[in-house]
T-cell receptor, first 113, second 109 residues
């Protein structure tokens, strides 16, 4: 069964360092998303991406964040200069259309120390 | 802005009892509603999706209802088992997903 794959599963980084979280969405999907979940809190929307551009972003997604689809399969989230408060589980998701089922990856746990 | 609320926040039941989990949302302009299961420290497993035009969806012991006009959905889990212990999240879709905080379920053997 097709699935969304995220790497790495865990990432520990020092404050101020750049991190790149990677995702391989399901191959025939057109819409891609990043969400995050701070420990003990709700899952929050960060950004959606379609046709090689951002279609929507939340207030959390500031200039420190960027997304890219560098090739036909990968979808990445870059955090330029990490802060302690960026520590969270980051989930990638994809769907065929905005009104169809969203499939989630298993997440990357980011710890900023 | 869409607000999604799940009640109760936590639930503990003996094995075999039926579970009723509630979700409410403030904006009825949705494409669909998804129920997810999340085990501690893990990812999101999709359980059921109900399209906005549907009233009900069933999968095995799980049944979900949707009343879009009143902004409510209910997830029923029949004959609960200890393996059902997890956090259950509801999320409404309109271009993106808006999540509730979840109901943490404990099924006691």
């Amino acid at each position: 069964e097709p699935e969304v794959t995220q790497t790495p599963s865990h990432q520990v980084t020092q404050m101020g360092q750049e991190v790149i979280l990677r995702c391989v969405p399901i191959s025939n999907h057109l819409y891609f998303y990043w969400y995050r979940q701070i420990l003990g809190q709700k899952v929050e929307f960060l950004v959606s991406f379609y046709n090689n551009e951002i279609s929507e972003k939340s207030e959390i997604f500031d200039d420190q964040f960027s997304v890219e689809r560098p090739d036909g399969s990968n979808f990445t989230l870059k955090i330029r200069s990490t802060k302690l408060e960026d520590s969270a589980m980051y989930f990638c998701a994809s769907n065929e259309e905005t009104n169809t089922e969203a499939f989630f990856g298993q997440g990357t746990r980011l710890t900023v120390v | 802005k869409q607000e999604v609320t799940q009640i109760p926040a936590a639930l503990s039941v003996p094995e075999g009892e039926n579970l009723v989990l509630n979700c409410s949302f403030t904006d009825s302009a949705i494409y669909n509603l998804q129920w997810f299961r999340q085990d501690p420290g893990k990812g999101l497993t999709s359980l059921l999706l109900i399209q906005s035009s549907q009233r009900e969806q069933t999968s095995g012991r799980l049944n979900a209802s949707l009343d879009k006009s009143s902004g409510r959905s209910t997830l029923y889990i029949a004959a609960s088992q200890p393996g059902d212990s997890a956090t259950y999240l509801c999320a409404v879709a309109y271009y993106k997903l808006s999540f509730g905080a979840g109901t943490t379920v404990t099924v006691r053997a």
